[in-house]
């Protein structure tokens, strides 16, 4: 029998990762929930600064569910129509679920809302009908004066996540200028400005030459570690008739997989690969990874393909040495590349390519998996 299959059918895997988790597969942050909520009741507007998958989305959904929220992502977002259409799709979504539609309606009337709403579901879509040489930054101004108009008649928050790729579009900083010259005239209306890309949000955020600098209290989210959040995960297996072995979760640590969202995808592939009235122990850690290697391998493939022969040195040499002290001797001898200048170029390339980070004076996996990946392949 399949494992996770019992006598009463598919027990569904309690671990959730990839995606913004909510409810029961939630575990609560209160502290730093409480000092985001306090925030948002005051009408402050919050930069959240963290490394992928610490779990800023779900935070910052968690702190403001209690108000009708919207949320845009301007994930690889491409020019000022993409923007607007974004934060005006948003809206309308934010007014349906609270049965404002009409409203908001109204509020973006100007900027011709095209809106469908799905009969299966009731979720809607919403396109501009304006043709995209007409929507230029102009509209983004528009589109956040609106929000603001919107929240005099229903009091919202607004989540800007992926905020960084504003950055892509054309004429950037004066996009950044004119949201910001926005934003600052709209009172107790908060933001949250949320992104993964550290450099970028601080660039953004930090930089004393952008409009943006110094407009919102930082909050800094690490990952969800500690007692807590082990015991919510240790629950999870006791829920499903599952023992948790002595040392996993330290195990899993040891293995600098300690970000929320690695954790969960682990304990998801170890939850997979245990039987009912089993326990999950440290042994079966490597299975584990193996799993999570099958699923990820064409992409760890592709990533190693695409590096120079002296980058996948250093790629090697990270994952072997650790990324602290990577111009030491040892880092040079376990690496092959002796000069410093070539050690740097290489970096920065893998940087380029988001497959490392720079996490104060240390170099990070972006993906540890794909870190033990690289290690137990090729060292
Ligand atoms: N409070 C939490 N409780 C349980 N798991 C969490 C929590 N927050 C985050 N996670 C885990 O981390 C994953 C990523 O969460 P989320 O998308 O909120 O993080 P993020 O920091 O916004 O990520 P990204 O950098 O990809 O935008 C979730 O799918 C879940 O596995
Ligand atoms: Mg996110």
């Not at 977002?77 to 349906?96: F, M, Q, S």
């Not at 101004?141 to 008649?153: D, I, Q, V, W, Y």
């Not at 969800?224 to 959040?229: E, R, T």
Request: hydrophobic letters at 45%; proline letters at 2%.
């Amino acid at each position: 029998m399949l494992k996770g299959v019992t006598l009463f059918g598919i027990m569904k895997n309690p671990f959730a990762y990839g995606r913004v988790v909510e409810g029961t597969d939630y575990c609560p942050r209160p502290k730093i929930e409480k000092l985001l909520a306090g925030m948002l009741e005051s009408g402050q507007n919050v930069v959240l600064h963290g490394e992928r998958r610490v779990g800023k989305t779900s935070l910052a959904m968690r702190a403001a569910r209690k108000r009708r929220t919207v949320y845009v992502d301007f994930l690889a977002c491409n020019d000022a129509g993409d923007v607007t259409e974004r934060i005006v799709k948003a809206a309308l979504k934010a007014a349906n679920d609270a049965g404002f539609l009409d409203t908001a309606l109204k509020a973006f009337a100007s900027l011709r809302p095209k809106v469908t709403i799905d009969p299966d579901n009731g979720s809607i879509g919403a396109t501009l009908d304006t043709h995209a040489s007409e929507l230029t930054i102009d509209s983004i101004e528009a589109a956040l004066e609106k929000l603001g108009e919107l929240h005099k008649k229903k009091a919202i928050v607004v989540i800007l996540d992926e905020f960084q790729d504003v950055l892509r579009i054309k004429d950037e900083r004066v996009a950044l200028a004119r949201m910001r010259s926005v934003i600052q005239f709209q009172g107790d209306l908060p933001y949250v400005f949320s992104g993964s890309s550290r450099d970028k949000m601080e660039m953004i955020f930090s930089d004393p030459d952008s409009p943006f600098f110094k407009s919102a209290i930082t909050i800094e989210v690490g990952a969800h570690a500690g007692l807590s959040f082990r015991n919510f995960l240790k629950r999870k297996f006791e829920k499903t008739n599952r023992k948790v072995g002595a040392g996993l979760f330290e195990a899993i640590d040891g293995l600098g997989v300690n970000v929320t969202g690695d954790v969960q995808q682990l304990c998801w592939a170890l939850w997979l690969l245990s039987e009912r009235g089993g326990t999950v122990g440290v042994d079966s850690v490597d299975e584990a990874l193996d799993m999570i290697f099958q699923i990820e391998r064409s992409k760890y493939e592709d990533a190693v393909l695409n590096v120079s022969a002296t980058q996948l040195k250093v790629l090697v040499a990270l994952a072997v040495h650790g990324g602290k002290g990577v111009y030491s001797a040892d880092f040079k001898r376990s690496s092959g590349v002796s000069v410093v200048g070539t050690i740097t170029k290489a970096i920065q390339r893998l940087e380029a390519l988001r497959i490392v980070y720079r996490h104060r004076n240390e170099i990070r996996f972006a993906n540890p998996f794909f870190g033990i990946w690289v290690r137990t392949r090729f060292a």
